[in-house]
């Protein structure tokens, strides 16, 4: 069985993720620090909470650092606000990201309903991993104010459109983000988890 931990913020309900993934087979644990004395498979920092408390909460208390918990070993599955502390920073906030993708998190242009909120169909760009099985135009459910603008195009995998392009996924070696929530999103956002599953199993 897949291990995996998912990082509690503090901020709101994870419940609907802790139960995707045990449908799709996974043993799950809620940590709320980085410990070395268990050993995981992958980890998931989910899209509930704000930018700088979910920031200290990852940096001030934990011994252990995030990128020395992951090691560039452990599968990283971010889910929308999980996958904005990906960048350097966000508008969001004024704390520094995790910096293991390059770019920024902006606010959604304000001629647009914000937050965006509701089922849009993905576009997706190329071949992953996370991606395996989805087919192209498949809806998935959103919740969010801000966009990512990585630095380099490439890692993004798959977009939205809401009269502007926002990435949707994002894929770079064992790091995975999405903008929106898998767990929310029916038998796609299942499918998903489990390719997430079968990265963490590998």
Known sequence: ???????DYGAGN??????????????????????QSKKYDGLLLPGVGNFDPAIRSIRDYSALGFHDFVKEKIPVLGICLGMEMFFKQSQEGKEKGLDVMNGEVVLLPNDMKIPHMGW??????????ILEGVENNSWVYFVHSYRAKPDNSDIIVANADYGIKVPAVVEDNLFFGTQFHPEKSGKIGSLMIQNFLRVCSK
């Open 1 to 7: 069985m897949v291990s995996v931990a998912i990082f």
């Open 14 to 35: 994870i419940f609907s993720l802790k139960t995707s993934l045990e449908k799709n087979g996974a043993s799950v644990d809620i940590i709320t620090s980085f410990d």
């Open 120 to 129: 849009n169909s993905l576009e997706i760009t190329k071949d992953s991993k």
